[in-house]
């Protein structure tokens, strides 16, 4: 509990920064140049988060030797895809920043690989904060202090972190032979689950935005944003485990008890509906106000989902992941289109399909974990 308090104040430092880069980049550039940059942040949590996968899960649940093969192939693939994206930045910019973050992001996954393999959550978003104190400072002053800046030239800065990322990296990779995560079947799952993830959270922003409105969009981000924040408890309470998890092979005894999931859960939903309600009092958008408040049921249910998906990770329940991630995508996509086409309710009814599709695949992830033992072994 102790080192998941730490991490919070790095993960919440590190969100807080990422939030003020983002109004000063509004400020200094407009809105419109800010939409380009957040479609290459979609591109980049969709690419590099789904490449990524494959390494993270196995980084915190094989052998020594396996771990540091993989962390060299994993390195590889970030190089590729830094130079992908600087070949093809003029190019488009979209593509081309979008594939440089996430190299340089994959980059510092394998920085901060041993630290997430021996269940150190602290130390592991400590580099992230720092990573984005640094790209964001850099960009910050190039923004202000320049007379015309460029989204380009702010994005190419942003980026200057991840040489040295790049360079400690190397280091690590040096001396062993790289080595795939896993047989293909394997890598398909655990990629496929992601890019399913990838989706199913980012999708219905892209979706809202298109069959309403970018201010339903915006209402709906924010507010997604901040239980995002809150829900990040649940993942970095989840990694403190993944030693003795690993060590056990997944069992039950070696996980986080129950109770302190459930205590986790109802804090950071009743912390979302304080807020939706200081929004009311204060005069907020109702929109924003009441997607807030409903939102605090998503928070509370992703809590619950970090831990438990903690819990498959070690018990290689890949395929079952892979199923529950790829086969809600529709269904939640399909709640978001049918609420935004045949009622007014815009973020809300986005905050509605959100909440009732993490219910599910909660449903899906307690039956696979807690169910009697004799079905299990059935």
Same mark, same amino acid.
């Given at each position: 509990?102790?080192?998941?308090?730490?991490?919070?104040?790095?993960?919440?430092?590190?969100?807080?920064?990422?939030?003020?880069?983002?109004? &000063?980049?509004?400020?200094?550039?407009?809105?419109?140049e800010?939409?380009?940059?957040?479609?290459?942040?979609?591109?980049?949590?969709? %690419?590099?988060?789904?490449?990524?996968?494959?390494?993270?899960?196995?980084a &915190?649940?094989?052998?020594?030797?396996?771990?540091?093969? *993989?962390?060299?192939?994993?390195?590889?693939?970030?190089?590729?895809?830094?130079?992908?994206?600087?070949?093809?930045?003029?190019?488009?910019?979209? &593509?081309?920043?979008?594939?440089?973050?996430?190299?340089?992001?994959?980059?510092l996954?394998?920085?901060?690989?041993?630290?997430?393999?021996?269940?150190?959550?602290?130390?592991?978003?400590?580099?992230?904060?720092?990573?984005?104190?640094?790209s964001?400072?850099?960009?910050?002053?190039y923004?202000?202090?320049?007379?015309? #800046?460029? +989204? @380009?030239?702010?994005?190419? $800065?942003?980026?200057? /972190?991840?040489?040295?990322?790049?360079?400690?990296?190397?280091?690590?990779?040096?001396?062993?032979? #790289?080595?795939?995560?896993? /047989?293909?079947?394997?890598?398909?799952?655990?990629?496929?689950?992601?890019?399913? @993830? @990838?989706?199913y959270?980012?999708?219905?922003?892209?979706?809202?935005?298109?069959?309403?409105?970018?201010?339903?969009?915006?209402?709906?981000?924010?507010?997604?944003?901040?239980?995002?924040?809150?829900?990040?408890?649940?993942?970095?309470?989840?990694?403190?485990?993944?030693?003795p998890?690993?060590?056990?092979?997944?069992?039950?005894?070696?996980?986080? #008890? +129950?109770?302190?999931?459930?205590?986790?859960?109802?804090?950071?939903?009743? $912390?979302?509906?304080?807020?939706?309600?200081?929004?009311?009092?204060?005069?907020? #958008?109702? /929109?924003?106000?009441?997607?807030?408040?409903?939102?605090?049921?998503?928070?509370?249910?992703? &809590?619950?989902?970090?831990?438990?998906?903690?819990?498959?990770? @070690?018990?290689?329940?890949d %395929?079952?992941?892979?199923?529950?991630?790829?086969?809600?995508?529709?269904?939640?996509?399909?709640?978001?289109?049918?609420?935004?086409?045949?009622? /007014?309710?815009?973020?809300?009814?986005?905050?509605?399909?959100?909440?009732?599709?993490?219910?599910?695949?909660?449903?899906?992830?307690?039956?696979?974990?807690?169910?009697?033992? *004799?079905?299990? *072994?059935?």
């Amino acid at each position: 509990m102790a080192k998941t308090l730490i991490s919070l104040v790095w993960i919440y430092g590190g969100r807080g920064v990422g939030l003020l880069w983002t109004l &000063i980049l509004v400020q200094r550039l407009g809105v419109s140049e800010y939409g380009l940059y957040a479609m290459a942040t979609v591109l980049n949590g969709i %690419v590099g988060n789904t490449v990524d996968n494959a390494f993270a899960v196995r980084a &915190i649940r094989e052998s020594e030797e396996h771990f540091l093969r *993989e962390r060299t192939m994993r390195y590889l693939v970030a190089v590729g895809l830094v130079t992908a994206g600087a070949v093809t930045f003029d190019i488009n910019y979209v &593509i081309g920043f979008g594939l440089m973050v996430a190299g340089g992001e994959i980059a510092l996954n394998v920085v901060k690989s041993q630290s997430a393999r021996d269940g150190h959550p602290d130390k592991v978003y400590r580099l992230d904060t720092a990573r984005q104190f640094s790209s964001a400072g850099i960009g910050a002053v190039y923004l202000y202090t320049s007379a015309h #800046p460029t +989204l @380009t030239h702010a994005s190419l $800065l942003y980026c200057t /972190p991840y040489v040295l990322i790049l360079l400690v990296g190397a280091k690590l990779a040096v001396g062993h032979r #790289p080595a795939p995560p896993g /047989p293909p079947r394997l890598i398909a799952a655990l990629t496929g689950e992601m890019l399913g @993830t @990838t989706l199913y959270l980012g999708g219905d922003v892209l979706l809202l935005g298109t069959l309403v409105d970018t201010t339903a969009a915006g209402y709906y981000q924010l507010a997604w944003v901040v239980a995002a924040a809150v829900a990040a408890a649940g993942q970095s309470f989840g990694m403190t485990y993944h030693e003795p998890l690993r060590e056990s092979g997944g069992d039950l005894s070696a996980a986080p #008890p +129950l109770r302190n999931i459930l205590r986790m859960a109802a804090l950071g939903g009743s $912390l979302l509906l304080i807020i939706g309600i200081c929004l009311f009092a204060f005069g907020a #958008p109702t /929109p924003l106000a009441t997607t807030m408040m409903i939102m605090g049921g998503f928070a509370a249910l992703r &809590i619950c989902i970090f831990v438990l998906q903690v819990i498959l990770y @070690t018990q290689r329940r890949d %395929v079952f992941r892979l199923t529950i991630a790829v086969g809600l995508v529709p269904v939640k996509l399909g709640m978001v289109a049918a609420l935004a086409t045949l009622t /007014p309710l815009g973020a809300v009814g986005a905050a509605i399909a959100a909440t009732v599709a993490d219910a599910i695949m909660l449903a899906g992830f307690t039956w696979a974990v807690y169910r009697p033992r *004799e079905v299990a *072994e059935s």
